[in-house]
C-alpha cells in the first residue's frame, strides 16, 4: 500500500513539474515574440498604405475607353445592312484603357484601341461616361489622343522615362478584358526592348500583368508619375510576366505636338540604312568590332545631307551614345526634339569623323 501511495505522489509531482515547466517556456516565448511582432507588422502596414495611397492617388486619372466601330455610326451603312437584310450594328465596340494627361482633359491611350472607330466613349473613376473627342495619331509609335469635357478630373504628373532603371517596381493599371480599375504590379524587366508590335518604338519589359484591355493604361513609378504606356504582351500564349511599354517620354513628344499642332511632326534626319551584317562588314573592309549604322542613301537637302554624312559612311555615335544599330538609330532620332543639333560620329576611309546634324520636320508631316 505505501509503495502504491509513493507511485501517485511520484506522479502527481512529475506532471506538476512538467506543467511548470510547459507555462513557463509558453510565457517566456510569448514575451520575446511579441516585441518583433509588432515591429515587423508595423513596418508592412506602413509600406502597404504607401501602396494603398498611390493607387488611390492614381486611379482618378484611368479611364475605360469603348470605340465604337464606323459602321455602326454611319447611317449610310446601316442603311445598306438594312437593305442586304444584316443587323445594324453588328460589330461590338472595342475596349480598352487611357490615361488623363491634362488639366484640359488629354487623354492618352494606343492608337490600336480606336483605331476604325467612329466615335468614342470614355468611363471615368467616378462613373462618368463622357463622350471623346478624336485629335490626331502617331500611328508608327501606336499613340493617338482624345479629349474630353475638362471638367472635375484628375491628370496624372508625367514622369521621366529616361531615368528609369531594370529592376525598379512599377504598377500597371487599367481595365483589362472589360474589369475596370484593374491594378497589377511587377518591375522593370528589361530596357531597349524591340518587339512585334503595332509600335516602331523600343519598349520598357516588365512582369506586370498585363492583358487585352490594358492597351493604353499606364505604367506608373512609385512616385505615382506616368512612365510608360502599356502596349502589347507577346502574341505566344504560353508567355508569363512578359509584357511592353511604350516610355513615357517617347509618349509626351507626340502628345505634345499632337496638342500644339493637330498632328504628329516627325523628326526628320534623312537617312536610308543598312544593317552591318558580317558579309558587309567582310566585303566593306570594315573592323570586325564595328557596330553602328551603314548609310546606303543621304536624301537631297536633308539634314544628314547638309551635315556632310556620305553613303557608305557608318554612323557609329549619335547624341554622345554609340548607336547599336539601324534601328536604335531611327529611335533615337524619333526621340529628338525638333531644331535640335546633335553631335555625331562617322566611320569613313578608316577613321572617325565628327559632324553636326540639326535635326528638321519630315516633309509632309
Known amino acids: ?54 493607387v488611390s492617388h492614381v486611379l482618378p486619372s484611368v479611364v475605360s475607353i469603348t470605340a465604337i466601330p464606323a459602321d455602326t455610326t454611319n447611317p449610310r451603312i446601316q442603311y445598306l445592312r438594312q437593305l442586304f437584310g444584316l443587323q445594324p450594328g453588328a460589330t461590338p465596340p472595342q475596349l480598352g484603357s487611357g490615361v488623363i494627361v491634362s488639366p ?12 476604325g472607330a467612329g466615335s468614342a466613349e470614355v468611363t471615368l473613376n467616378d462613373g462618368r461616361v463622357l463622350p471623346a473627342r478624336f485629335l490626331g495619331a502617331d500611328i508608327p509609335s501606336d499613340i493617338a489622343i482624345l479629349q474630353i469635357a475638362p471638367e472635375n478630373i484628375s491628370p496624372i504628373a508625367w514622369g521621366n522615362s529616361d531615368e528609369v532603371k531594370v529592376g525598379q517596381m512599377v504598377f500597371a493599371v487599367g481595365n483589362p ?39 493604353g493604361g499606364p505604367l506608373v513609378s ?30 509626351r513628344r ?53 551635315a556632310g554624312i556620305e553613303s557608305g559612311d557608318v554612323i557609329v555615335e549619335y547624341g554622345g551614345k554609340a548607336v547599336r544599330d539601324a534601328s536604335d538609330l531611327r529611335t533615337r532620332v524619333v526621340d529628338t526634339p525638333i531644331g535640335n543639333t546633335v553631335d ?4 569613313r576611309g578608316e577613321k572617325i569623323i565628327p559632324l553636326k546634324v540639326t535635326i528638321a520636320p519630315e516633309p509632309g508631316s
Request: charged share 15%; hydrophobic share 45%; proline share 4%.
Open 1 to 54: 500500500m505505501k509503495s502504491v501511495l509513493r507511485f501517485l505522489i511520484f506522479v502527481v509531482l512529475l506532471f506538476g513539474a512538467v506543467s511548470l515547466l510547459y507555462f513557463t517556456r509558453t510565457k517566456a516565448a510569448t514575451a520575446a515574440r511579441v516585441p518583433v511582432a509588432v515591429s515587423h507588422y508595423t513596418a508592412l502596414e506602413t509600406v502597404d498604405r504607401e501602396f494603398t495611397d498611390l
Open 104 to 115: 484640359e482633359g488629354h487623354i492618352v491611350t494606343n492608337f490600336h484601341v480606336i483605331q
Open 177 to 215: 478584358l472589360g474589369l475596370q480599375e484593374t491594378v497589377t504590379q511587377g518591375i522593370i524587366s528589361a530596357r531597349g526592348r524591340r518587339a512585334a508590335s503595332e509600335a516602331a518604338n523600343e519598349f520598357f519589359q516588365t512582369d506586370a500583368a498585363i492583358n487585352r484591355g490594358n492597351s
Open 222 to 251: 512609385l512616385r505615382g508619375e506616368l512612365i510608360g504606356i502599356n502596349n502589347m504582351v507577346p502574341a505566344q500564349t504560353q508567355a508569363q510576366g512578359i509584357a511592353f511599354s511604350i516610355p513615357a517620354n517617347t509618349v
Open 254 to 306: 507626340v502628345f505634345e505636338s499632337i496638342r500644339d499642332h493637330g498632328r504628329f511632326i516627325r523628326p526628320w534626319f534623312g537617312v536610308s540604312t543598312l544593317p552591318l551584317s558580317p558579309m558587309i562588314v567582310r566585303q566593306l573592309n570594315l573592323p570586325g568590332d564595328i557596330a553602328g549604322a551603314l548609310v546606303q542613301v543621304t536624301q537631297a537637302d536633308s539634314p544628314a545631307e547638309k
Open 344 to 347: 555625331i560620329k562617322v566611320w
